[in-house]
């Protein structure tokens, strides 16, 4: 067996891309549809189950 690091078994690590700034609104657009979890709002979604989940996203 050898002394392989996980970074020498699968290499390095991709590089990031470059910043889009056209990607701006389209980050804030999604931003501003997506809800503002707590720890209560996510536990009552969660209990809710499936049926739940459908009725809350045909609200929004």
Do not use: H
């Not at 980050?27 to 459908?54: D, N, T």
Request: one cysteine or more.
């Amino acid at each position: 067996m050898t002394d392989q690091t996980t970074a020498d078994i699968l290499g390095a690590a991709p590089q990031r891309p470059p910043f889009d700034a056209e990607l701006i609104p389209v980050v804030k657009a999604y931003a501003a549809i997506m809800p503002r979890w707590s720890q209560e709002s996510l536990a009552a979604y969660r209990q809710a189950g499936p049926r739940g989940c459908r009725e809350r996203n045909r609200l929004i």
